[in-house]
């Protein structure tokens, strides 16, 4: 079976502007850590510098000290002048000693220190008196600037690699602290698309059906006119709900609203009575079995009904004349409540029971409209209210979805919030939704 990657989509002006701030801030720190370890480079290489400064004057000096041209001290050459003779140590390179300073310290000056270059090779020499002597120790630099020059080297192979961890962690940084306003600006685009697809159609509906009442409405009856102005009127219902759906989807993952001890039982046996005119019309056996015990969560009430009212609606819309939709409510466990509604209609195939608590999931089957969030919006309520929402199902043999939350404590209170769905037309309301 090939696979099949997903189509690359082009970015918004949003996401071209978070990816560009991800990068500057990317390149700004690269750049702010790479000037630190510069900083901390140059001093380290400053205090090994006069560190070697400091070793190399305590070893002329200790030379000048005590050490004779036939022992100097390692890398220092000496040269002892007395009565007029000079001698130096054997193999002293070529330019040693320094004559100059020679003859100024016999002249009467103060002890000489200095740096001189002689043959490409940098030296410190001190010149002084000991006793009747004129003595010289020029130190060779060569293996001090060999261990600098390895510094240097480390330096630069630390700060390349640096430089690279550094953009590679301050990438990842930048991405995650972006992570919030990318989900922020995904939340905001999806709801846009979720209130221009849903309003689409039933403003469709209801355009067409005022053009086709203000075309007929001269020759129509007065009982083909209210007919047609119920439809109007079931149009307008329906648009409400979709409003509803898509406040209570916007409003929902901000405040889950109050949160009080709310009886499922209470709550299924309204759904099963709210439905009871219909479901005669419709040829179906609404049923509530409650099973025994004690059925109360601690939730939300009407976002809590809303999920009942979703679920005994969509099994009713694909249920078909002659069968039978039942409501359970029961404890299988201790510390949680499970609430049930199975019905006898057409089902689904058990691959697709995943894919019907996604946005804008379609299905083959059933009746009632082919749009809508309630599936999608009854997964969202119970998740906030730390539960779960499951569906089993067949094709031809009925669906079963079940819905489990935690049980309420004894005496268990939490102190009251605002609701967000007191501000929605719960009442007697049937969300249409679809199934997969």
Known sequence: MPI?????????????????????????????????????????????????????????????????????????????ERDGA???????????????????????APPVLERVERGGEQYTVRTARRGSELVQAAYGERFQRADRNHLLLAFAAAEALGLLLVAAASGMLARRSMEPLSE??????????DASHELRTPLTQLHTRAQLLARRSGSETPQQLATDLQRLVTGTRQLGDVIDDLLLSARLSQSPGSRDPVDLTALAEEAVSAEDARAQEMGLAVRLRPGPGRHVVVGTAPALRRVIAALVDNAMGHTPPGGEVTVSVDTPLPGIVSLSVRD???????????????????????RGRRFGLGLALAREVVESHGGRITAEGRPGHGALFTVELPAARVGETVPRERTIASCLSVGGRRPDVPRG
Request: aromatic share 8%.
């Open 184 to 193: 922020a600006l995904d939340r905001q685009r999806r709801f846009v698309a």
């Open 344 to 366: 006898t209609g057409v089902g689904f195939a058990p691959k697709e029971a995943a894919r019907l608590f996604e946005r804008f999931a379609r299905g083959s089957a059933g």
């Open 86 to 108: 000079v001698s130096s140590t054997p193999g002293t390179p070529a330019g040693l000693p320094v004559r100059s300073s020679l003859a100024a310290v016999r002249a009467g």
């Open 4 to 80: 099949r990657f997903p189509r690359r989509t082009a970015r918004s002006p949003e996401q071209r502007r978070l990816a560009a701030a991800q990068w500057t801030i990317t390149w700004r720190i690269s750049l702010v850590m790479s000037v630190i370890m510069l900083i901390v480079g140059g001093i380290v290489y400053t205090v090994v510098l006069f560190a070697q400064r400091a070793d190399a004057e305590r070893e002329t000096q200790w030379g000048i000290d005590h050490n004779t041209v036939e022992s100097p001290p390692v890398c220092v050459w000496m040269t002892v």
